[in-house]
């Protein structure tokens, strides 16, 4: 079952992340790396949570914690993040005020070390919402933030895996039928790397009561270059707005650029009176499973609800509220 995990109380400050959503190697993994992961989204909940028990904003939450899961080698954006059919790294990021619906976005770039944090500088200039390529690069790096080569975000992990989906290959989507098509390796984490979306991201309430989302991505394995997912795009992968909620999806992206999946939660909050779990359950299980569209999404309102769905096997996942023990889920 997906966590629809009830407030403490009205404004308790509170962080939702996830990893990327896929397919389960369950049996094939240890107790060891099981742990692994969950000590690893609870240190990244723990440093969101921090920023929200000192006061500080939503947006501030799930910049740290997104800048800790590119950063952290065992989720693939940032460092890690997968290839494209050319053996190369493009990658998106966004973030979203939900207090003023300020938000900024890149899109393949390919020397900011962390992706969500030039996204956070495009919001801040103010005078743009999405910048691709070089011309993000150049914002970034007058914003001072840390450059990288290319092939910093480059793993003999991620190569492996373009090459099996070459070999097999049909194209950029990942199989997500749970079928055997790629040997499973003994090093894989919990999720079945060759069949997982790589991509992370983060959704807060502050103790203002204003609500924001972040989301960073490496994109698909054998993507075509050039190739622009949803994780960037305001309304499709990421979306915030103080009267309804925060939200940040993970999953094949083209499917959610064509049912607006983020901003479609919040339209169904807004105009449709679903409460916050009434409206992610109908997104991801409903308007995206009508098209075959596989992944799923973290979300929080105002009130500090937080839901949690997917409709793959599993989904790196976890909450925090402020004052009590973060949570990580992988599994149904
Ligand atoms: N949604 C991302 C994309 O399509 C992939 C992911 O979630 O890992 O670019």
Not at 20 to 47: D, F, M, N
Not at 289 to 297: C, E, K, M, S, Y
């Amino acid at each position: 079952m997906p966590q629809a995990a009830s407030p403490a109380s009205p404004a308790l400050p509170v962080i939702a992340i996830h990893g990327g959503a896929g397919t389960l190697t369950r049996s094939h993994i240890s107790p060891e790396q099981e742990r692994a992961y969950h000590a690893a989204l609870q240190a990244v909940l723990r440093a969101g949570q921090d920023v929200l028990a000192q006061g500080g904003s939503a947006l501030e939450a799930v910049c740290v914690a997104v800048q800790a899961l590119e950063d952290c080698p065992l989720f693939n954006a940032g460092h890690g993040a997968v290839f494209t059919a050319e053996a190369t790294h493009e990658l998106d990021a966004a973030v979203m005020d939900g207090s003023n619906l300020a938000a900024g976005a890149v899109a393949g770039v390919t020397r900011v070390r962390n992706p969500v944090l030039a996204a956070r500088a495009v919001l801040q200039d103010g005078q743009h919402v999405l910048m691709i390529g070089a011309g993000a690069e150049r914002l970034a790096q007058s914003a001072g933030l840390a450059m990288v080569a290319p092939d910093y975000f480059s793993t003999e992990a991620r190569l492996v895996q373009l090459r099996a989906a070459q070999a097999k290959s049909s194209g950029a989507v990942l199989d997500h039928d749970g079928a055997a098509a790629l040997a499973v390796s003994a090093q894989e984490g919990p999720l079945h790397e060759g069949r997982k979306m790589g991509t992370v991201g983060a959704v807060a309430l502050d103790a203002h009561g204003h609500l924001a989302a972040a989301t960073s991505t490496g994109g698909l394995t054998n993507k075509r270059p050039g190739r622009v997912g949803d994780s960037p795009l305001i309304g499709a992968g990421t979306y915030a707005d103080d009267r309804t909620a925060a939200v940040s999806c993970t999953g094949h992206g083209e499917s959610f650029i064509r049912v607006a999946a983020a901003h479609d939660v919040c339209a169904r909050m807004a105009h449709g009176g679903a409460t916050l779990h009434e409206a992610s359950e109908a997104v991801v299980h409903q308007a995206l499973a009508a098209i075959g569209g596989t992944g799923g999404l973290i979300a929080v309102d105002r009130l500090g609800q937080v839901c949690l769905p997917f409709n793959t096997e599993g989904m790196y996942r976890g909450l925090a509220r402020v004052g009590q023990a973060p949570e990580s889920f992988i599994y149904r």
